[in-house]
């Protein structure tokens, strides 16, 4: 008798249960590969997806105030009416200023942040934590602004003058800051924010050096760490452009750090203690040889074998660009030429909102300089040396 006959018959039923037992797990485990699949396939697609609208917007606005064209032909005109009415028609809030560099700094910062929250508003869920911590930069400058001029005994009106106003430090908070009897008083006016302990546990360190030093890098390792929490929301597609980003960003500051602590007379431990630890590539060994260099060429040269050795290389073969602040100004070009390598690098996602956002910020700095240079009668060649373009090599 086969096993047919067997199922007909009824004599062994259990024979047929197990076949069907066996079909229906091999149906169940099919179907699961079939969804995990489907699953890894379509979920970057939808990610993907979701950047379509945020990538066709910075495409669409463009990154203004980085063609060297453009920037110099506004330099040339000497016409800050002019040059003020064509940045309204860009999008310049329409606002009285002071034609010096506090108003254009303020004038510049608020639409600035105007536009870095538009983009906000249009980007998918996947990146809006990032976006908005990148927000509270304005903050951070805010705070580093007051820091600055309290340690120089700043009365409260030049303060409220100098210093930009935003987010939880409107005009009103500000006051409060710039009115709060020294330095410690002043981050007592802050213990409602974030920034209170950040401070507090710089200030016995800025009080036994007296070097504002410690109570920025405090500010800057805030911000970092904010960064970095906020890409580990983010996950997915756009965690690897955001962490190389951070990465950059951290190494950079770094850079900029260990190279000028002799040019602001740092000391080594206190330019050390500078330093952004997390974030970076560079190791903290190798930015601590920098600093003990004997001038900025010989700390650049110890950057060989890195991926800013050939930005380095060239610093130094150009001795006209060996001064402190022509290597600032190296390192602002190189920023804003790695923002194109993530926007060709990660085109479909968080790529191109990079780009715009270091964009961004670099047509800024230009229109400080310009307007700056134009209302202190400085010629074009000096502003040209000043700005930071698209297409220039580092």
């Known amino acids: 008798m086969t096993p047919l006959e067997w199922n007909l018959t009824g004599d062994i039923p259990m024979l047929t249960l197990k076949w069907s037992e066996f079909s229906i797990l091999a149906i169940v485990f099919l179907f699961a590969i079939v969804i995990v699949f489907l699953v890894a396939t379509l979920v970057p697609v939808f990610q993907i997806a979701g950047f379509i609208h945020a990538v066709s917007y910075v495409h669409a606005a463009g990154v203004p105030y980085v063609r060297r064209e453009e920037v ?35 004038m510049l910062r608020r639409w600035h942040a105007r536009e870095v929250a538009a983009l906000d508003l249009v980007s998918p ?21 007051v820091v600055l001029r309290k340690h120089s005994r700043a009365a409260p009106e030049e303060i409220l003058t100098e210093v930009v106003p935003f987010g939880r430090f409107d005009r009103r908070m500000l006051q409060r800051m710039a009115e709060a009897p020294g330095m410690e008083g ?20 800025y009080s036994s050096r007296w070097s504002v030093t410690p109570l920025l890098t405090a500010l800057d390792r805030f911000m970092n760490r904010v960064l970095r929490t906020a890409i580990g929301r983010c996950g ?52 601590q040889r920098m600093i003990d260099a004997t001038n900025p060429a010989e700390g650049l040269m110890l950057l060989k074998d890195t991926p800013y050795e050939a930005f380095a290389a060239k610093i130094v073969e150009d001795e006209s ?20 390598t993530l926007g060709s690098r990660f085109p479909l996602t968080a790529g191109p909102l990079l780009e715009y956002l270091i964009g961004l910020e670099a047509g800024m700095k230009n229109l400080q300089v310009l307007l700056t240079g134009i209302a202190r009668g400085y010629g074009s060649d000096r502003i040209e040396r000043l700005l930071v373009t698209k297409g220039v090599f580092q």
């Not at 002019?82 to 310049?92: D, K, P, Y």
């Not at 930069?137 to 705070?143: D, K, R």
């Not at 050390?272 to 970076?280: F, K, N, Q, R, S």
């Open 321 to 340: 660009d060996r001064e402190f602040i022509s290597i600032l100004h190296a390192i602002d070009q190189y920023w804003l030429n790695f923002a194109y």
């Open 125 to 145: 869920a996947g990146i809006q934590p990032f976006i908005e911590a990148i927000q509270l930069q304005f903050e951070t400058e805010t705070l580093k602004g």
């Open 186 to 205: 002043f981050i007592e006016v802050l213990s409602t924010t974030p920034y209170a302990n950040v401070l507090q546990e710089a200030f016995p360190l």
């Open 72 to 106: 110099l032909g506004m330099a040339e005109s000497r016409d800050l009416d002019a040059i003020l009415e064509s940045l309204r028609a860009r999008g310049l809030p329409d606002e009285d200023i002071t034609a010096d560099p506090a108003g254009f700094r303020g």
């Open 236 to 287: 997915g597609l756009v965690e690897a452009p955001l962490l190389l980003y951070l990465e950059t960003r951290t190494d950079l500051t770094n850079i900029a750090n260990a190279v000028s602590a002799r040019a602001n007379g740092i000391t080594a431990e206190e330019a050390v203690d500078t330093l952004v630890h997390e974030g970076g590539s560079l190791p903290i060994s190798l930015l």
